[in-house]
C-alpha cells in the first residue's frame, strides 16, 4: 500500500442547504452537525405601562412621519390601514400574535423607501415585541 493510499480523507460534507430555482416556503429548519430547530407558538409578552407608553408614542411617530413623507410612499393608504389594524389589535385585551406580526411586516415593507419611517418601524416593532429599544 502506498503512502498516498494510507493518507486518503474522507470527501468533505456539506452541511450546508442549496435550493435551486422555483418557490420554496420553508418553516422551521436546522441544518449542520447538531443543528435542532424548535418550532412553538409565536407570542408578544404583555406590556407593562411604560412599555405600552412607549409604543403609543411610536405609533404616534410612525402615523406624523407618515403624513410628512406621503409623497415617497406607493401606497400611503395601504400604511395607513395597517397602521389601523395594529392599533385596533394593541388595543384587545389579548392582542393575537400572528395579526401583530403580519401588520408590522407589512408596514415595514410598504415604508422601505423613506429611511426615517424604517427606523421608526423597527422601533415601533421592537416596542410592540417586549424587546429593549436602542
Known sequence: MSRDDQERH??????????NGGTHYVGVQ???HNARAYS?????????????ARTA??????????????AALADPGAVGRELGRLRDE????EPQPTVL???LDRITEFVQPV???VTAVGQLAASVQGLPLP
Open 30 to 32: 436546522a441544518v449542520g
Open 101 to 103: 406580526r403580519r401588520a
Open 115 to 117: 429611511g426615517p419611517l
Open 57 to 70: 408614542e411610536l405609533l404616534a411617530l410612525v402615523e406624523r412621519l407618515l403624513e410628512e413623507h406621503r
Open 40 to 52: 412553538g407558538s409565536v407570542s408578544f409578552p404583555q406590556q407593562d405601562a411604560a412599555q405600552a
Open 90 to 93: 394593541l388595543d384587545e385585551a
Open 10 to 19: 474522507d470527501p468533505p460534507v456539506n452541511n450546508g442547504l442549496v435550493i
